[in-house]
T-cell receptor, first 117, second 114 residues
Framework: DQQVKQNSPSLSVQEGRISILNCDYT??????FLWYKKYPAEGPTFLIS?????DKNEDGRFTVFLNKSAKHLSLHIVPSQPGDSAVYFC????????????????FGKGTKLSVKP | KAGVTQTPRYLIKTRGQQVTLSCSPI?????VSWYQQTPGQGLQFLFE???????NKGNFPGRFSGRQFSNSRSEMNVSTLELGDSALYLC?????????????FGDGTRLSIL
């Protein structure tokens, strides 16, 4: 049973436009959410995160939105650049206490973003 | 600051053999997690180590094991290899594994079973 779902395996966007990547989760215990970007032959690179006490977090061109009632989060990239072409993974987990792990990150299967010049 | 280092990058084994993969976390990071990535399955959590103790474990058979050393370096071992173990194995580290800390990944070890 997939607890974190990225329903779009791929997305194609024109350079300069907005890219919107979506992610749904089912576990109500999740309260920490992250986005990673992965290029071929490299490990995932952390992009941005959000905890459940917020509904939006921005970092430069990247903004993550969280809708807890809908158990949905999205990543907006504005403006999109060809270098953003990669696979994007959404991940979720419970907030863990220092000194004790309460869980681990659960990843979606990824969305391949292609930004065309 | 050096990132997470995984060795070797590529490995070819045959069925029935065993393999050991190594991970050096970012300096100062004490939590190390291992993930398996296969096509169509995404990243699946194997286990997490903190202060030389396995703190959390995913749903993998006992053939998959690991350990962590006092310098936080970690090794993962897979015994009696099966064809289905062919995958990219990723290691990730964080400071303590708690409190809204992102995990930082290495580039992985690509394991191929013949």
């Amino acid at each position: 049973d997939q607890q974190v779902k990225q329903n779009s395996p791929s997305l194609s966007v024109q350079e300069g436009r907005i890219s919107i990547l979506n992610c749904d989760y089912t576990n109500s215990m999740f309260d920490y959410f992250l986005w990673y970007k992965k290029y071929p032959a490299e490990g995932p690179t952390f992009l941005i995160s959000i905890s459940s006490i917020k509904d939006k977090n921005e970092d430069g061109r990247f903004t993550v939105f969280l809708n807890k009632s809908a158990k949905h989060l999205s990543l907006h990239i504005v403006p999109s650049q060809p270098g953003d072409s990669a696979v994007y993974f959404c991940a979720a987990g419970p907030l863990m206490n220092y000194g004790g792990s309460q869980g681990n990150l659960i990843f979606g299967k990824g969305t391949k973003l292609s930004v065309k010049p | 600051k050096a990132g997470v280092t995984q060795t070797p990058r590529y490995l070819i084994k045959t069925r029935g053999q065993q393999v050991t993969l190594s991970c050096s976390p970012i300096s100062g990071h004490r939590s190390v997690s291992w993930y398996q990535q296969t096509p169509g399955q995404g990243l699946q959590f194997l286990f997490e180590y903190f202060s030389e103790t396995q703190r959390n474990k995913g749903n993998f058979p006992g053939r998959f094991s690991g350990r962590q050393f006092s310098n936080s370096r970690s090794e993962m071992n897979v015994s009696t290899l099966e064809l289905g173990d062919s995958a990219l194995y990723l290691c990730a580290s964080s400071i303590t594994g708690g409190g809204s800390q992102p995990q930082h990944f290495g580039d992985g070890t690509r394991l191929s079973i013949l």
